[in-house]
């Protein structure tokens, strides 16, 4: 799936987002929430734009649904959804910038962090700081920043599906529990 043309597709409907953004606040969703709906994902990404044609909501969908099957992959597959490398390193400084504001987003209108772990926290407020990156970047120095960056976002964000999603995974085995 090509970040261009995704990102082509939300431009066109005025969403006010990136494909990086969009992708982040999928991932952030599904961290919380495995079995989150994309039509959920999809008013969020769409709520203030032109409709989307069945065509481009269907590829969207599919960028949703394919970030779903990454996440849960035992292969580390998951990638986040950035522009190709041969773009401008600020281009993508700046796409992930907005990958981690979605995907703060996504988290915070997933769940209510009180009861995540300290480690999980911690990993979220790295992520914040990761979103005011000076995205003047350029040599070599700079790139190689980037790829560490993206790398720790990679681990960080399987990490934390494993412990969001088994934080609210017992909270709702707790309500049962209480209920019972």
């Known amino acids: 799936m090509s970040y261009n043309a995704c990102n082509s597709i939300i431009v066109q409907s005025d969403a006010e987002l990136s494909a990086a953004e969009a992708h982040g606040l999928a991932t952030g969703l599904l961290c919380i929430n495995e079995q989150a709906d ?13 409709s ?10 599919r960028l949703f649904e394919e970030t779903r099957r990454l996440l849960g992959s035992d292969e580390f597959e998951f990638d986040l959804f950035l522009p190709e ?6 281009e993508q400084v700046e796409a992930l910038k907005s990958w981690c504001r979605g995907f703060l987003f996504g988290i ?3 769940a ?13 407020k790295d992520i914040a700081e990761f979103t005011k990156l000076d995205a003047n970047a350029e040599g070599e120095e700079d790139e190689q920043a980037f790829m560490e960056i993206t790398e720790y976002l990679r681990s960080a964000v ?3 599906r494993d412990e ?3 934080s609210s995974r017992d909270d ?4 049962d529990d209480f209920i019972d």
């Open 164 to 166: 969001l999603g088994n």
């Open 158 to 160: 399987l990490l934390l």
């Open 108 to 110: 915070g209108s997933g």
């Open 38 to 50: 994309s039509a959920y994902w999809l008013a969020e990404l769409l709520q203030d734009s032109d």
């Open 85 to 90: 490398d041969d773009t401008s390193l600020v």
């Open 172 to 175: 709702d085995d707790i309500d």
């Open 52 to 61: 989307v044609n069945d065509e481009n909501q269907y590829v969207l969908v």
């Open 112 to 124: 209510s962090g009180a009861k995540w772990p300290k480690e999980a926290r911690d990993i979220l």
